[in-house]
């Protein structure tokens, strides 16, 4: 059974509140919270302090995928903000054991991620160390593009790499794209957590589309 993690960065932030509770009430597993500082991706989305005011009112699991030149330096606020998990950049400039450090003295689960130019292989010395990898299945930056199926590839190897050193059900996360044809596929190639924005925003009934994806 895959978990599912809706992204916020779809959600009407008018009204973040009722949009979280929408996703937890359908049975979302966790809430993804995309961070995007303009620097390394193009675009910017929130910060902090918006996670800070959301975790107050609504108990939930917080999947912060920081998009940042720097995120060593921002994890410290993010879980102070209430971040579950952490999950950074490979490609970033932040020394990435230090960064893993960082995270789990600060209570939460760790994960790194990779861009599609990234070999899957880059991540594998890092899996014995954290919760879990994530698979771009797009260039980050923006919700609603088309999924690249080179991601199915990389799910595979990481999945065959999770079982070989002995730590199968590891969190393989997958994001970017992610809709009622593609998630079957992913979860099909390893994947075990799904992240969908568009997917679950964009329609008229975000509770049924969970529903799709929690059956996978
Ligand atoms: C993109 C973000 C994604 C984004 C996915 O940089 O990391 O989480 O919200 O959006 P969809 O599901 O619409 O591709
Ligand atoms: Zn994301």
Redesign the pocket.
């Known amino acids: 059974m895959a978990m599912i993690a809706p992204?916020l960065?779809?959600a009407d932030f008018a009204c973040l509140e009722q949009d979280c509770r929408t996703c937890l009430d359908a049975g979302a597993d966790f809430l993804?919270f995309?961070v995007?500082d303009g620097h390394f991706?193009p675009n910017i989305s929130f910060g902090a302090p918006v996670l800070a005011s959301l975790s107050k009112k609504v108990s939930a699991f917080y999947d912060v995928?920081l998009?940042l030149t720097d995120p060593l330096a921002y994890v410290p606020m993010f879980l102070k903000a209430g971040a579950s998990m952490i999950t950074f950049h490979l490609e970033a400039d932040s020394p990435v054991q230090e960064t893993i450090d960082a995270i789990h003295a600060g209570g939460a689960k760790a994960g790194v991620v990779i861009k599609p130019a990234t070999p899957a292989a880059a991540a594998f010395e890092w899996m014995p160390k954290v919760e879990m990898v994530l698979v771009?299945s797009?260039?980050?930056?923006?919700?609603?593009?088309k999924f690249q199926p080179a991601a199915l590839e990389k799910l595979s190897a990481l999945r065959a790499e999770a079982v070989r050193i002995g730590r199968p059900d590891l969190l393989l996360q997958v994001?970017?794209?992610?809709?009622r044809d593609t998630a079957p596929l992913c979860a099909a190639a390893g994947a075990n957590v799904l992240?969908?924005?568009?997917?679950v925003f964009?329609t008229a009934d975000p509770a049924a589309e969970i529903a799709f994806y929690k059956g996978l």
């Open positions: 992204s960065l779809s993804h995309d995007m991706v995928h998009m771009m797009v260039e980050p930056g923006f919700g609603g593009q994001d970017g794209g992610v809709a992240v969908a924005g568009s997917a964009g």
